[in-house]
């Protein structure tokens, strides 16, 4: 009878503790974010280790392993004042993203002139799962769940293998909902196919 009711007690103190140590939500501020720049940079992912990998001026990529990471430069566009600025806490406080991405183009630097080459990419997802472009409304999903959840790139791979092995330069220019053009040169890069 002892034992069971030093038990009811040190579980109704486990109770206690654990309800003492949930964060008072009083300071959780609220802010707006917006996409400010985007940057690429043309790379391939590793056989080995399958990080990124920011490729040279001479460096040859086989293009089923042939990336272009987008990363996503965010600036703070308005702060609902609280009493602090805390982002890790439990009250669904911090960034709100903003910026909504209605469309993506993706076009080959040849000559100076741009070629939409938009439907012969893809977009890898945080799960490692292709999204094609012309599966339009999933592509834009994936890139907007991408920056909403603080994701800072995403990648782009060819969904064909390239013809002939030549040295390419891709321009990428993301258009949001409020009209603004984020655009991003890759240096050129050999593609084999």
């Known amino acids: 009878m002892k034992r069971n009711i030093l038990l009811l007690f040190g579980l109704i103190g486990l109770v206690l503790l654990e309800w003492g140590c949930v964060p008072s939500c009083d300071d959780a501020d609220e802010y707006d974010v917006k996409l400010n720049e985007i940057l690429s940079s043309a790379g391939y992912i590793d056989s080995i280790e ?50 909504y991405i209605d469309s993506v183009k993706i076009f080959e630097v ?5 070629v939409d080459v ?28 991408a920056m909403e959840f603080g994701l800072n790139y995403g990648q782009l791979c060819l969904s064909l293998p390239v013809s002939m092995a030549a040295s390419r330069q ?13 655009e991003s040169t890759t240096d050129p890069i050999i593609i084999t196919p």
Request: overall charge negative; aromatic content about 14%; proline content about 1%.
């Open 110 to 114: 040849l000559e100076e002139q741009l």
């Open 170 to 182: 891709y321009c990428i220019k993301i258009f949001d909902t409020e009209g603004n053009i984020f």
């Open 50 to 99: 399958g990080g990124f990998v920011t490729a040279g001026l001479r460096d040859t990529i086989l293009s089923r392993q042939f990336r272009i990471s987008i990363g996503f430069k965010s600036v703070l566009a308005r702060l609902y004042q609280g009493s602090s600025m805390l982002y890790a806490n439990d009250c669904g406080a911090g960034p709100v993203y903003r910026t």
């Open 118 to 145: 938009s439907s012969s990419f893809g977009f890898e997802n945080k799960n490692n799962e292709k999204v094609e472009w012309s599966e339009t409304t999933l592509f834009i999903s994936e890139i907007n769940e």
